[in-house]
């Protein structure tokens, strides 16, 4: 019998076990739109040798009577064309299965991956391999069957170049939460010099936000910003720091729970631009506008004036990480209205000012090594598993009442030749508990996807008007969700 890898699931993935549900399935996808249809043949054999570089994608999830692991399997992956609806559940407590799925439609490759095996980041990575391998395969042109890669049954090493070797492989055993805050208070001088030098390098360097290596914080308002990327968890106190109610939106819940999804494109330059005239990061002004078009479309948000966003901020730029696991931590920032300048760049001045010093090494190694002795604390090791999800279920129920949405702007992506000039946008959404949304940027195309568990969008009607009504052109596409919209969805297809 063969004796299988195995490792514990990190910090941040415990999470999404005790918090998945029929409405938020914990699952996000990313997507690259080619400039012609897919070849579900050639993005096969691009998978098949994508998959053999991410050890990590190999893993199926498994429960013990303490904790997860995650464990490495034979298992190989199947493209498909996409029939289900987006963010379906990926994760199936009965079932042996891998943790992600890479399906097709028309043009798009998407990438769906269940938030306990990998973050934003990490996705990203082997979309961006996956993607070029596609595209080398595909500007190669028909080749004999028998010559192909892999055919006779040797190890698929399809669409590799010779730059790919020194790429690092994304091993299943990686854990940036243990290498960098479980080691002894003797060890933290000797990172921390170093830490400052990258954070002060971060504030000013506007490099690629896709990078192999640590990628640069970015915090100021350029198209390389990459503040946040990952999911969105957050172990803190049930209420919010300031002590005030937070606004939360609600709404008419879709009819089988699926995520209601509406994409939103526009130039980034123009965006970028609105951005920089307040002097803040994208991110924060985009978080402002959302908070706007909340309080326009709720009617003034009733006597919970306040609103919070929970904001994840990639762990990579401070701590020098390529493990593909999940490495990340979360911001919250809010605005209270009424209590001051409620003008727009007011907003996301104050959001700004609220959100810098927490992302600094110090601040964010504070608060990442009191989660993991949380996690650590002798008492909590020796509960049963079935108890630690209830427990981590109750905490994430609180924080989620300390919120009314979320973001996640993975920045700009640049993918490697031929692939960055075959793609055109990028899509990145999440399934949702809450409204929120997610952005990407990539040839010079910023596409910012709103996802929510209902069926409302007048949230999203108020941003593009906002947008619109400052000199952004934005098209608008949604997914039909309702049993109206699916109905005609399917005479459309018959007609």
Not at 4 to 13: I, M, Y
Not at 418 to 428: I, Q, T
Request: glycine share 6%; proline share 5%.
């Amino acid at each position: 019998m063969t004796r299988r890898a195995w490792v514990r699931l990190d910090n941040a993935s415990n999470i999404f076990l005790a918090a998945r549900s029929t409405v938020d399935p914990k699952v996000f996808r990313l997507s690259a739109e080619l400039d012609h249809e897919v070849d579900p043949l050639l993005l096969q054999e691009a998978l098949d040798a994508t998959y053999d570089r991410y050890p990590l994608y190999h893993a199926v999830l498994r429960s013990g009577v303490f904790w997860y692991y995650l464990q490495d399997s034979d298992l190989r992956p199947l493209v498909a064309a996409e029939t289900q609806h987006t963010c379906a559940p990926v994760y199936q407590a009965d079932r042996r299965n891998l943790l992600f799925r890479v399906v097709h439609h028309h043009r798009r490759i998407s990438l769906e991956v269940f938030h306990a095996l990998s973050d934003g980041t990490g996705a990203l990575w082997f979309l961006s391999d996956l993607v070029a391998a596609y595209v080398r395969l595909w500007e190669a042109g028909p080749a004999d069957e028998e010559a192909r890669p892999g055919a006779s049954g040797q190890e698929a090493d399809a669409g590799r170049s010779a730059s790919d070797a020194a790429e690092p492989t994304h091993e299943l055993a990686a854990d940036s939460f243990a290498h960098y805050f479980r080691r002894r208070r003797r060890d933290r001088r000797a990172r921390r010099g170093d830490r400052r030098a990258r954070g002060r390098r971060a504030a000013t360097d506007s490099g690629s936000a896709f990078s192999r290596e640590a990628a640069p914080a970015a915090l100021a308002a350029e198209e390389g910003v990459r503040p946040d990327s990952g999911v969105l968890w957050r172990l803190d106190r049930f209420r919010p720091p300031s002590g005030r109610r937070v606004h939360r939106v609600g709404g008419t819940r879709t009819p089988d729970n699926r995520t209601r999804a509406v994409e939103l494109t526009m130039p980034v330059s123009e965006a970028l631009a609105l951005a920089r005239a307040e002097g803040v990061t994208l991110t924060m002004y985009l978080t402002a506008l959302f908070f706007e078009s909340i309080r326009l479309s709720s009617g003034g948000l009733g006597k919970t004036r306040t609103l919070a966003a929970s904001v994840p901020v990639n762990l990579r730029q401070f701590f020098p990480s390529t493990s593909a696991r999940n490495f990340f931590a979360t911001i919250r920032v809010e605005h209270t209205y009424g209590d001051g300048a409620d003008d727009l760049g007011s907003v996301c001045r104050g959001l700004e000012s609220q959100f810098r010093p927490k992302v600094t090494p110090e601040a964010l190694e504070r608060k990442l090594r009191r989660f993991i002795r949380f996690e650590r604390a002798p008492a909590l090791r020796i509960v049963p598993r079935p108890l630690k999800d209830a427990i981590l279920r109750l905490i994430n129920w609180g924080s989620n009442r300390g919120l009314s949405v979320a973001v996640s702007n993975l920045g700009r992506v640049n993918l490697p030749e031929p692939a960055d000039s075959r793609v055109g946008r990028m899509l990145f959404h999440v399934s949702a508990v809450r409204p929120q949304f997610c952005a990407v940027t990539h040839a010079g195309v910023l596409a910012v996807t709103f996802t929510s568990p209902f069926t409302e969008t007048d949230h999203i009607r108020e941003f593009a008007r906002l947008l619109t009504a400052r000199g952004v052109a934005v098209t608008v596409a949604a997914a039909r969700v309702t049993e109206e919209e699916l109905a005609e969805q399917e005479q459309e297809q018959t007609s």
